[in-house]
C-alpha cells in the first residue's frame, strides 16, 4: 500500500476549509495577536509580485527584432531554473470545484526545495514544458504571480521556504489571493504590481456591460460610481483580469521598459537568499 504524503493529507484538509481563508484573513485586521501569529505562520518574508495576462496587453516593449511582455519575466525566471516542478492540479480550483477555468493547469515551483515536494502531486518538468504551462495558463484567461509564498511550503512541509519559488495562475473567482483585500495592510502590501503598469479606463469606449464589476477583479479595486466604473489605483495589482473581461478595449494594461528592469533577477534571487 503506497503511504499517503503530508501534502495529500493538506490538500484534503485545505479543501474542506478552503472558503475559510477570508474569514481568517479578516482576523488580522481584528487582532493585533492573531495579524502577528497569521504572518508569522503563513507570509513571513513574502515577496510577491503581480503578473499581468499578456493578452490583455495593449501598448507592448518593443526592441529591434521582438517584444517583451509581462509575461517574459515568468520565462526569464524559469530558464534560469534546474529544479522545476508542475502540480498536477490547481488547489484552488480544485477546492472551489471551478467551472469556468481548467482545474488541471497547477502551480509551478522552482528551485531546490521543489525536490522535496512529493510527487503523488506533482511532476518535474523540463523548462520547454514549463514554458508551455505559461502559455497554456495565459491562453485559458489566467493571470499569474511570482514569488516567494511561505503558504505553499507550510501546507506541502518543504523545508526550507528561501529555496522555493511559486508561480501561480490565477483566476478571478477562485485564487487564494482574492484575500488581500481583507488582510492587514502590512501583509497585503506584500503583494505588489509591476512598477510604471498602469491600468487605464476608457469611458468613451465602455458599454457599461459591467462585466469587470462582476467578479473579475480579485482586489476589489473596480466600482461604479455615478453610473461609470472607477478603478482604484492603490488597490489595484495589475493582474490584467478585468482588461480580460472587458470585449470593447475600455479597459488598458500598458507598461514601458522600466517595468521590466530589474524583476527577473530580484524574482530569481528570491530563491538564493
Same mark, same amino acid.
Given at each position: 500500500?503506497?503511504?499517503?504524503?503530508?501534502?495529500?493529507?493538506?490538500?484534503?484538509?485545505?479543501?474542506?476549509?478552503?472558503?475559510?481563508?477570508?474569514?481568517?484573513?479578516?482576523?488580522?485586521?481584528?487582532?493585533?495577536?492573531?495579524?502577528?501569529?497569521?504572518?508569522?505562520?503563513?507570509?513571513?518574508?513574502?515577496?510577491?509580485?503581480?503578473?499581468?495576462?499578456?493578452?490583455?496587453?495593449?501598448?507592448?516593449?518593443?526592441?529591434?527584432?521582438?517584444?517583451?511582455?509581462?509575461?517574459?519575466?515568468?520565462?526569464?525566471?524559469?530558464?534560469?531554473?534546474?529544479?522545476?516542478?508542475?502540480?498536477?492540479?490547481?488547489?484552488?480550483?480544485?477546492?472551489?470545484?471551478?467551472?469556468?477555468?481548467?482545474?488541471?493547469?497547477?502551480?509551478?515551483?522552482?528551485?531546490?526545495?521543489?525536490?522535496?515536494?512529493?510527487?503523488?502531486?506533482?511532476?518535474?518538468?523540463?523548462?520547454?514544458?514549463?514554458?508551455?504551462?505559461?502559455?497554456?495558463?495565459?491562453?485559458?484567461?489566467?493571470?499569474?504571480?511570482?514569488?516567494?509564498?511561505?503558504?505553499?511550503?507550510?501546507?506541502?512541509?518543504?523545508?526550507?521556504?528561501?529555496?522555493?519559488?511559486?508561480?501561480?495562475?490565477?483566476?478571478?473567482?477562485?485564487?487564494?489571493?482574492?484575500?488581500?483585500?481583507?488582510?492587514?495592510?502590512?501583509?497585503?502590501?506584500?503583494?505588489?504590481?509591476?512598477?510604471?503598469?498602469?491600468?487605464?479606463?476608457?469611458?468613451?469606449?465602455?458599454?457599461?456591460?459591467?462585466?469587470?464589476?462582476?467578479? !473579475? %477583479?480579485? #482586489?476589489? *479595486? $473596480?466600482?461604479?460610481? /455615478?453610473?461609470?466604473?472607477? =478603478?482604484?489605483?492603490?488597490?489595484? +495589482?495589475?493582474?490584467?483580469?478585468?482588461?480580460? !473581461? %472587458?470585449? #470593447?478595449? *475600455? $479597459?488598458?494594461?500598458? /507598461?514601458?521598459?522600466?517595468? =521590466?528592469?530589474?524583476?527577473?533577477? +530580484?524574482?530569481?534571487?528570491?530563491?538564493?537568499?
Amino acid at each position: 500500500m503506497r503511504k499517503i504524503s503530508f501534502a495529500e493529507i493538506s490538500i484534503f484538509v485545505v479543501n474542506r476549509i478552503f472558503n475559510w481563508r477570508f474569514w481568517i484573513a479578516e482576523l488580522t485586521k481584528k487582532s493585533k495577536i492573531a495579524k502577528k501569529v497569521i504572518n508569522k505562520m503563513l507570509f513571513e518574508k513574502d515577496d510577491v509580485v503581480i503578473i499581468s495576462n499578456t493578452i490583455t496587453i495593449n501598448e507592448k516593449i518593443e526592441g529591434e527584432a521582438s517584444e517583451f511582455l509581462p509575461t517574459d519575466v515568468i520565462k526569464e525566471v524559469i530558464k534560469k531554473c534546474d529544479d522545476i516542478v508542475i502540480m498536477d492540479s490547481c488547489l484552488c480550483r480544485t477546492s472551489n470545484n471551478c467551472e469556468d477555468y481548467p482545474q488541471d493547469i497547477g502551480c509551478i515551483f522552482l528551485g531546490p526545495t521543489s525536490r522535496k515536494i512529493p510527487r503523488a502531486i506533482c511532476h518535474e518538468a523540463s523548462v520547454e514544458e514549463a514554458l508551455k504551462h505559461v502559455d497554456d495558463a495565459d491562453a485559458a484567461g489566467l493571470s499569474h504571480i511570482i514569488g516567494r509564498n511561505k503558504i505553499d511550503s507550510v501546507w506541502m512541509n518543504v523545508r526550507p521556504g528561501e529555496g522555493l519559488l511559486t508561480i501561480c495562475h490565477c483566476c478571478p473567482c477562485c485564487c487564494l489571493w482574492k484575500v488581500v483585500p481583507n488582510l492587514h495592510d502590512d501583509i497585503s502590501e506584500k503583494i505588489y504590481r509591476l512598477d510604471n503598469l498602469s491600468v487605464t479606463y476608457n469611458e468613451e469606449n465602455c458599454k457599461n456591460c459591467l462585466k469587470c464589476l462582476k467578479g !473579475a %477583479c480579485m #482586489f476589489d *479595486a $473596480i466600482s461604479l460610481e /455615478y453610473g461609470k466604473i472607477s =478603478i482604484n489605483q492603490d488597490k489595484c +495589482r495589475g493582474c490584467g483580469l478585468c482588461a480580460n !473581461a %472587458c470585449k #470593447f478595449n *475600455a $479597459i488598458n494594461i500598458n /507598461y514601458n521598459e522600466k517595468t =521590466i528592469d530589474g524583476v527577473v533577477n +530580484r524574482v530569481y534571487n528570491l530563491i538564493e537568499e
